[in-house]
C-alpha cells in the first residue's frame, strides 16, 4: 500500500523542514530525511481545489505500482466536485488521531494505493500522525496543493504559492535530498515515472489568481503582478503615479522571502520575462 497526502492551504514557510525556526515538526522532518524534498514546487493556479485537479487528472491509477485496490478519502464538502465519488468521506481529526484508522477501517492487505485529501487539517496532528513508523515506511507523497494568500493582496508572492512537496523513491540514494527542479502539479506522474528528482521538468510556470493577479517563475525570476489592461508587453518601471502597477522582480531561489525587488535595476530582464509570459498565453 502507498499513501498520497493532499493537503489545501499548505503554504511553504509552515513546516520546519522548510526552514521554520519556531514550529516544531519531528514528523515531517522524518519524512525529510526519507524522501526528496522538491524546494521549487508552485501552484499554477491559486486555489487549492485547481491544484488538486491538475494533480488528479494528471495521475496514472492504472500504473503497476499501484496494483490493487484504491481508496480516495476526503472531507469535500458533497456540493464540491466529484472526482472522489468512489470514495469515502472521513474528517482528518478522526484520521490524524489513530495510526490504525485505515487498517481498521478498511483493512489494507489488498490495497494498492490510498489518496487522501483534507481541506481542514490541523500541522500538529499531521505531525504527530508521521511520527509513526509503519505509517510513515507507507507515505509516496504528501504535497500541499495551495498556498495562503493574503485577503485583498494585489500580489502574489512565491513563499504563498510554492508548495510543500515530500515525494519517496524507490531509488535509496535520493532519501534526504532536496530538488530545485521547477514543477507545478502537473509535473507530479512525469516525476513518479521518472523514479528521480534529478531531470528536468520545465522553465516556466505561469500562475493565475483572482482579482488579475498573477506571477510569472523562471529557473532564475519569480515576476508577479497584475494586469493593467495594456496589451502591450513593454512596462515602464520608473517612479511615478502607477508605480503600484509595476510588476516586481525577485531573483531566485536565493531571495526566498521576496526581500529584495530588483525590477527597477533589472529592465531588460523584466521586458523579456513579460515577452515569455506573453508569449505563454498564446
Known sequence: MQIILTLEQFPVYLPGAYGNKTQKTPGLDALTLESTVFDRAYSSRADGLETLFQFWEAFDFS??????????????????????????TVVSKDFFASPEFLEEKFGLSETGLVWIHFQDWELDALDSWLRNDLVRSHVLAVMGTSGELPKDDLRLYSSEVQLPWWIRFSVSGFAATRSTALVTASDFQKILEANSPEAKYRESIQIIAENDRWAFV?????????????????????????EDSYPELYFKPFDW??????????????????????????
Open 257 to 282: 522571502w521576496e526581500q529584495n525587488n530588483v525590477a527597477s535595476r533589472c529592465f531588460d530582464e523584466v521586458q523579456k520575462l513579460l515577452e515569455l509570459r506573453n508569449q505563454s498565453h498564446e
Open 218 to 242: 523562471t529557473d532564475e525570476w519569480f515576476l508577479t503582478g497584475f494586469e493593467t489592461g495594456s496589451s502591450e508587453a513593454e512596462i515602464d518601471v520608473g517612479v511615478g503615479e502607477e
Open 63 to 88: 500504473a503497476e505500482r499501484f496494483s490493487g485496490g484504491k481508496i480516495f478519502l476526503s472531507d469535500l464538502p458533497f456540493e464540491a466536485p466529484d472526482f472522489f465519488d468512489a470514495g469515502e
